[in-house]
Protein backbone atom coordinates (compact mmCIF):
# COMPACT_ATOMS: atom_id res chain seq x y z
CA UNK A 1 0.00 0.00 0.00
CA UNK A 2 1.44 3.21 -1.14
CA UNK A 3 1.23 6.24 1.45
CA UNK A 4 2.12 9.65 1.16
CA UNK A 5 2.63 12.21 3.52
CA UNK A 6 3.08 15.85 3.09
CA UNK A 7 4.83 18.26 4.73
CA UNK A 8 6.61 21.74 5.23
CA UNK A 9 3.26 24.03 5.09
CA UNK A 10 2.67 26.66 6.92
CA UNK A 11 1.72 30.48 7.77
CA UNK A 12 3.92 32.84 5.74
CA UNK A 13 3.90 36.44 4.50
CA UNK A 14 3.03 37.26 0.58
CA UNK A 15 6.49 37.62 -1.09
CA UNK A 16 7.53 34.74 1.30
CA UNK A 17 9.12 31.41 0.18
CA UNK A 18 8.34 27.51 1.55
CA UNK A 19 9.43 24.26 0.56
CA UNK A 20 6.67 21.50 0.52
CA UNK A 21 8.25 17.82 0.94
CA UNK A 22 6.18 14.63 -0.08
CA UNK A 23 7.38 11.15 1.47
CA UNK A 24 6.24 7.94 -0.03
CA UNK A 25 6.34 4.56 1.87
CA UNK A 26 5.44 1.26 0.75
CA UNK A 27 6.96 1.30 -2.71
CA UNK A 28 9.43 2.05 -5.43
CA UNK A 29 8.66 5.52 -6.02
CA UNK A 30 11.10 5.88 -9.04
CA UNK A 31 8.03 3.65 -10.44
CA UNK A 32 5.62 6.38 -10.19
CA UNK A 33 5.08 9.78 -11.69
CA UNK A 34 4.28 12.98 -9.03
CA UNK A 35 2.57 15.69 -9.13
CA UNK A 36 1.01 18.84 -6.82
CA UNK A 37 -2.31 20.02 -6.36
CA UNK A 38 -4.09 21.90 -4.65
CA UNK A 39 -7.38 23.11 -3.21
CA UNK A 40 -8.69 26.23 -1.76
CA UNK A 41 -11.87 27.04 0.51
CA UNK A 42 -14.77 26.53 -2.08
CA UNK A 43 -13.13 25.85 -4.88
CA UNK A 44 -12.17 22.28 -7.09
CA UNK A 45 -9.13 20.86 -6.49
CA UNK A 46 -6.40 22.11 -9.42
CA UNK A 47 -3.29 20.76 -10.91
CA UNK A 48 -0.56 22.80 -9.88
CA UNK A 49 2.97 20.54 -10.91
CA UNK A 50 4.01 17.04 -12.10
CA UNK A 51 7.49 15.68 -12.67
CA UNK A 52 8.27 12.28 -14.36
CA UNK A 53 9.28 9.09 -12.83
CA UNK A 54 13.02 10.05 -13.95
CA UNK A 55 12.88 13.50 -13.31
CA UNK A 56 13.54 15.05 -16.43
CA UNK A 57 10.08 16.78 -17.55
CA UNK A 58 8.31 18.81 -15.11
CA UNK A 59 5.08 20.89 -16.12
CA UNK A 60 3.32 23.47 -14.28
CA UNK A 61 0.03 25.40 -14.03
CA UNK A 62 0.48 28.94 -15.63
CA UNK A 63 -0.17 30.45 -12.51
CA UNK A 64 2.69 29.03 -10.71
CA UNK A 65 5.61 29.18 -13.61
CA UNK A 66 8.42 31.24 -12.45
CA UNK A 67 7.77 30.95 -8.79
CA UNK A 68 7.33 27.11 -7.90
CA UNK A 69 9.78 24.38 -8.66
CA UNK A 70 8.83 20.91 -8.58
CA UNK A 71 11.91 18.11 -8.12
CA UNK A 72 12.64 14.38 -6.64
CA UNK A 73 14.78 12.78 -5.01
CA UNK A 74 14.36 8.71 -5.94
CA UNK A 75 16.97 7.75 -3.24
CA UNK A 76 15.06 9.41 -0.49
CA UNK A 77 11.64 8.35 -1.87
CA UNK A 78 10.08 12.19 -1.67
CA UNK A 79 9.30 14.97 -4.07
CA UNK A 80 9.35 18.50 -3.35
CA UNK A 81 7.76 21.80 -3.88
CA UNK A 82 9.82 24.76 -3.83
CA UNK A 83 7.45 27.80 -3.73
CA UNK A 84 8.68 31.29 -4.00
CA UNK A 85 7.04 35.09 -3.96
CA UNK A 86 4.15 33.64 -2.46
CA UNK A 87 0.93 35.40 -2.85
CA UNK A 88 -2.23 35.09 -1.59
CA UNK A 89 -3.99 33.78 -3.96
CA UNK A 90 -1.86 30.59 -3.44
CA UNK A 91 -3.09 29.77 0.07
CA UNK A 92 -4.76 26.38 -0.59
CA UNK A 93 -4.36 23.16 0.93
CA UNK A 94 -1.41 21.28 -1.15
CA UNK A 95 -2.27 17.44 -1.85
CA UNK A 96 1.14 15.35 -3.05
CA UNK A 97 -0.24 12.69 -5.82
CA UNK A 98 1.58 9.61 -7.18
CA UNK A 99 0.93 8.28 -10.58
CA UNK A 100 1.55 4.87 -12.17
CA UNK A 101 1.18 4.27 -15.41
CA UNK A 102 -0.28 0.83 -16.50
CA UNK A 103 0.44 -1.23 -19.80
CA UNK A 104 -3.74 -0.68 -20.46
CA UNK A 105 -6.40 1.94 -18.78
CA UNK A 106 -5.85 5.38 -17.05
CA UNK A 107 -2.97 3.81 -13.98
CA UNK A 108 -3.49 4.17 -10.50
CA UNK A 109 -3.43 7.16 -8.39
CA UNK A 110 -2.19 7.60 -4.87
CA UNK A 111 -3.14 10.92 -2.47
CA UNK A 112 -1.33 12.14 0.48
CA UNK A 113 -3.63 13.88 3.51
CA UNK A 114 -2.65 16.95 2.86
CA UNK A 115 -0.69 20.09 4.13
CA UNK A 116 -2.37 24.24 4.65
CA UNK A 117 -0.72 26.73 3.23
CA UNK A 118 -1.58 30.22 4.33
CA UNK A 119 -0.01 33.31 2.84
CA UNK A 120 -1.59 36.32 4.78
CA UNK A 121 0.59 39.39 6.29
Known amino acids: QVQLVESGGGLVQPGGSLRLSCAAS????????AAWYRQAPGKEREFVAT????????TYADSVKGRFTISRDNAKNTVYLQMITLKPEDTAVYYC??????????????WGQGTQVTVSS
Open 97 to 110: NAHLPLPSGPGRDY
Open 26 to 33: GTTFGFYD
Open 51 to 58: ITRGGITT
